[in-house]
């Protein structure tokens, strides 16, 4: 499906019926990298609209020029946000790495609106230098698998992957891999440029006291887990989550409690509903 705007067409697909919950990926990969983890969730829980999204110069949506920051692609998302989901009306985000970037920027310009925030190994400083991350750490390694695969797919998958055995790989080439070899790798070096918003986040937000979840991976050494420490206080009704033999493919690698930590995060968000209805 397309959200068509005035300087750029989104690509998106989407699911169900109901409440919305915006799905926003990481920095290169594309929509795929949210359905993988986030259908089995809604598998046997109805009432809920999944709209995944692909950012710019990832998946297929085409590059625009006007989009050199993140402060441009936070526009893009606020205007799809606007476009489909109907006006006025609440909604979830949930987002990946960069996309809870996106998420955290798209609170300081739609709290009011947001019932509820899923932020999966988020990046809390959009530049690298910026975070506090500890060493990859491989925890468990299949060489035969290793040895099956080619130097770039080995290469792709051993730079950030924690937990190397066939399953994992499996996951990573169908929801990460077939993205990132879609990217636009010339914009995104650009975006890169200018990465961090213009503005400071959390002092916009000030409190956000809708249920949030933070899950991050102990061994995450591309967004960590401890800048999370520095931005807990403005959202009082967060669960924060490191999870041991994770690292950024979380979602793949602790498949078992995601799901379980993201049903129990719309538990709360339902139960919120309930009690502003009456």
Not at 112 to 117: E, F, L, S, T, V
Not at 178 to 198: E, I, P, T, V, Y
Not at 214 to 233: A, H, K, M, P, S
Not at 246 to 259: D, K, M, P, V
Request: net charge negative.
């Amino acid at each position: 499906m397309e959200c068509v705007l005035d300087d750029v067409t989104v690509h998106y697909v989407e699911y169900g019926e109901g409440y919305p919950v915006l799905m926003l990926h990481g920095f290169s990969p594309d929509h795929r990298l949210m359905t993988g983890c986030m259908e089995p969730v809604f598998a046997d829980r109805p009432g809920w609209r999944r709209i995944y999204l692909d950012l710019p110069g990832m998946g297929r949506t085409k590059a625009a020029d006007w989009i050199t920051g993140s402060d441009e692609m936070l526009s893009v998302v606020e205007r799809v946000v606007e476009r489909l989901i109907p006006h006025g009306a609440p909604f979830l985000v949930a987002g990946e790495s960069y996309g809870g970037y996106l998420a955290r920027g798209l609170l300081t310009r739609q709290a009011h609106r947001m019932a509820g925030m899923l932020l999966i190994c988020p990046a809390i400083h959009a530049e690298k230098e910026k975070r506090d991350l500890p060493p990859l750490t491989v925890l468990a390694r299949d060489e035969k698998l290793l040895a099956e695969l080619t130097p770039e797919e080995r290469e792709e998958f051993t730079s950030i992957a924690v937990v190397q055995d066939r399953c994992s790989w499996e996951r990573f080439e169908r929801e990460i891999l077939s993205g990132l070899q879609m990217a636009d790798k010339h914009f995104l070096n650009k975006l890169k440029q200018r990465f961090s918003f213009s503005f400071d986040v959390e002092p916009l937000v000030g409190r956000y006291d809708k249920p949030v979840l933070i899950l991050t991976g102990r061994q995450d050494d591309c967004t960590g887990y401890r800048d999370v420490w520095t931005i807990l206080e403005h959202y009082p009704r967060a669960s924060f989550v490191v999870l041991d033999r994770a690292g950024h493919n979380l979602q793949i690698e602790q498949s078992r409690l995601f799901t379980a930590l993201v049903h129990e995060w719309l538990d709360r968000v339902e139960e919120e509903l309930r009690r502003e209805k009456r």
